[in-house]
Structures are given as structure tokens and as C-alpha cells.
């Protein structure tokens, strides 16, 4: 199993900047790709940003894409999301994700059912 633990959400301003941080443990070693997803009230969890693991390949969300960049750090088993000029409109919950290295034929990285573990979510608040 891996743990995932994010930190770094808060509130902020319209057009300010925030860092989340997701640390993994545990059962490391298999994570194929790392994602972001965030679910605002009333909606449904949706895909924002995703990394894989070795190579350090990018996806993005089209809402998103040109503000935020997603990283990692494998020396420290930590994955980042920079959120620049934010908007009232990215305010939710953000959750970190893992996919392991199995039935990679049919991942779709975007689908947060076929991710293999999730961190607790930490809050993102943005007023205008």
C-alpha cells in the first residue's frame, strides 16, 4: 500500500499563488504516475494535473494548463502542484493520487477510478 499526504492548500486571493505538496510512503517503489484532482462543492471530482513517475511526463487539465505546474521529487517521494494566478473558480478540495505499474493498457489518467491510492484532500479557497 502507499500513503498519501497532502499539505499547502489555504486561502488566497484572486491572481495569488499556492503550493500543494502530496509525500508518498510506504509502497513506493511501484507508482507508475502521480495525479491531481480537485472536487468543488456540489460538484465531481475532477482531473487537474498528473505526472508519471520515472520520466517526469506532464498532463494537464485545459482549465488549468499555463497556471499550474505539476512536479516531482523521487529523492523525496513528493509530488507538487504550483498554482499560479488563481481564480475564484479553483477553489476545492485537492487530493493526490497514485497509480501503480498493472493494467496499464487501459489507464486512463484522467479517470480517478483507476487510480490505486488517494491522500485525505486539503483545501483550496480563492476570494476575489
Known amino acids: 500500500q502507499v500513503q498519501l499526504v497532502e499539505s499547502g492548500g489555504g486561502l488566497v486571493q484572486a491572481g495569488g499563488s499556492l503550493r500543494l505538496s502530496c509525500a508518498a510512503s510506504?509502497?513506493?517503489?511501484?507508482?507508475?504516475?502521480m495525479g491531481w484532482f480537485r472536487q468543488a462543492p456540489g460538484k465531481e471530482r475532477e482531473f487537474v494535473a498528473a505526472?508519471?513517475?520515472?520520466?517526469?511526463?506532464?498532463y494537464y487539465s485545459d482549465s488549468v494548463k499555463g497556471r499550474f505546474t505539476i512536479s516531482r521529487d523521487n529523492v523525496k517521494n513528493t509530488v507538487y502542484l504550483q498554482m499560479n494566478s488563481l481564480k475564484p473558480e479553483d477553489t476545492a478540495v485537492y487530493y493526490c493520487?497514485?497509480?501503480?505499474?498493472?493494467?496499464?493498457?487501459?489507464?486512463?489518467?484522467?479517470?480517478?477510478?483507476?487510480?490505486?491510492?488517494w491522500g485525505q484532500g486539503t483545501q483550496v479557497t480563492v476570494v476575489s
Open positions: 505526472v508519471t513517475w520515472s520520466a517526469g511526463v506532464t
Open positions: 510506504g509502497r513506493t517503489f511501484d507508482i507508475y504516475r
Open positions: 493520487a497514485a497509480k501503480k505499474l498493472y493494467y496499464l493498457a487501459t489507464f486512463d489518467y484522467t479517470k480517478q477510478g483507476q487510480y490505486d491510492g
